[in-house]
């Protein structure tokens, strides 16, 4: 890095944080509409912060949800062009009596900023905001930049790909940079190279017409919640294996090589079970921890809920049960195909005594990134140069749909360069990011650019 960046960088630093802890007090909850008029100020914040920085054509674009933040810095036609894809929503707070401190309050405890979008995707989204603020105030931006950031990510991205299809020509570029993944550890640099696809599920299970007292009734009638939990629990067997005929038909099977690739990375299973604070570890059998949150599909109930919650006691039946269910998919397994599996499957095996309802709310696409493209070699280089270490190509157990998406409709492949930790506690109560990982982040994220520029000049 150019010393002029670097003094820049240093000098500004306070002011990079302090920019970051505002937006962090917005709370751009995507999924509840009660907070749009937040959502829209969070874009509008954003407008202003590239503007300041010195993008251009910089605009907050309406969609039938909530509004995608466009800018774009265009140096020079003949060098590359890196598009620069975030968002900007929030994963609701609750339960907010499990937080420390309030989640819109943002406060730094060890060196670790706490706060609902610190890390997903608020932090990870400024580090390129205020990266390319230092490149253009010391002249050292060496590509052409276009930032698309989304506020609906969190929440199915429902809107983005009709807003990409419609702007297909603003938004040509030679390659996606996203920063919404993390690293294994802060002195063992890693870069995604592969994602989980996602099917997300909503059922609801119906008896009798009317919540019932359970002493007058139960024992002559099916009670709705007891009827969900046996279904769930019959949708895995004792092994971890997943019922649902035809499930595993696509799944695609990493060989031997690849397996002992990923085995090399640092984990400690004890180390692991102690920072969850839980007696064992449960999966599907045959896999370690690695593998099975990252090349295995999985089902899991995200929320259960019927009946009375509230405090102390009522002895009710309920009439209605529910449950949110999510399942993580590997390359080659389609989202729709498996949703269609998944309600199929639900509906046969529910009892006559109950009526069941099965919606998909949302999914997408398993995406494996490649290792020896000019885009990855220029990342790997430019974490190797900031953290001293070259970075460690893993796949993560996460989804990002619109990875499929950039490469369907635009035709660009993706580098995930997140600086993020699992032990972030992202979608989590006490949501933090490290001041180290925001700070490195703006550090490595101009190393980019410049080793990109220089590698594609052939």
């Not at 599907?284 to 405090?311: A, H, M």
């Not at 492949?413 to 180290?436: A, C, Q, R, W």
Request: charged share 25%; proline share 6%.
């Amino acid at each position: 890095m150019s010393t002029q960046l670097n003094s820049y960088i240093e000098a500004n630093k306070d002011r990079f944080l302090n920019e970051l802890l505002d937006l962090l007090r917005i709370p751009s909850v995507s999924a509840d509409p009660k907070y749009k008029n937040d959502v829209l100020r969070t874009a509008q914040a954003l407008q202003q912060k590239l503007i300041e920085a010195g993008a251009n054509k910089v605009e907050v674009c309406p969609t039938a949800g909530h509004p995608i933040v466009y800018g774009e810095k265009i140096i020079d036609a003949s060098l590359p062009t890196v598009l620069v894809y975030g968002h900007y929503d929030v994963q609701p707070a609750d339960p907010l009596d499990l937080w420390t401190s309030p989640p819109f309050e943002p406060v730094i405890k060890n060196d670790q900023i706490y706060a609902r979008g610190s890390c997903d995707d608020k932090g990870q989204v400024y580090m390129h905001l205020k990266a390319f603020e230092a490149m253009m105030k010391t002249n050292t931006l060496s590509c052409n930049v276009k930032f698309m950031i989304e506020g609906e990510e969190e929440v199915g991205s429902s809107n983005l790909g009709i807003f990409i299809k419609a702007n297909k020509e603003r938004l040509k570029a030679d390659m996606v940079m996203v920063s919404d993944t993390s690293i294994l550890d802060n002195k063992v640099p890693s870069i995604t190279v592969g994602l989980r696809g996602l099917a997300y599920m909503e059922v609801e299970v119906t008896g009798p017409n009317r919540d019932l007292h359970s002493g007058v009734y139960g024992g002559a009638v099916a009670n709705p919640v007891n009827v969900l939990c046996n279904l769930i629990a019959s949708l895995q067997d004792k092994n971890g294996k997943i019922t649902i005929p035809g499930f595993y038909k696509d799944v695609q099977i990493v060989n031997k090589k690849e397996r002992a690739e990923m085995a090399k990375a640092p984990f400690s299973r004890k180390a692991y079970i102690k920072e969850l604070n839980v007696a064992d570890l449960k999966g599907e059998k045959g896999y370690s921890p690695l593998e099975q949150t990252s090349i295995r599909p999985t089902l899991d109930v995200n929320g259960i809920w019927g009946g009375y919650t509230g405090e102390g006691a009522k002895t009710v039946l309920p009439s209605k049960a529910f449950a949110k269910i999510s399942m993580r998919l590997v390359p080659h397994q389609n989202s729709e195909k498996i949703s269609k599996l998944f309600e199929k499957h639900f509906k046969k095996i529910a009892p006559k005594y109950v009526k069941v309802k099965v919606t998909a709310l949302h999914g997408g696409e398993a995406v494996v990134t490649p290792t020896d493209s000019i885009a990855y070699k220029a990342a790997s280089q430019a974490m190797q140069e900031t953290f001293g270490k070259k970075p460690i190509p893993v796949r993560s157990g996460g989804s990002i749909p619109i990875v499929a998406l950039f490469e369907k409709e635009l035709g660009l492949k993706t580098v995930l360069m997140g600086f993020g930790l699992d032990t972030d506690d992202i979608h989590s109560p006490n949501e933090h990011y490290g001041l180290f990982n925001y700070y490195k982040g703006i550090e490595t994220i101009p190393l980019f650019f410049k080793y990109y520029a220089e590698m594609s000049k052939g």
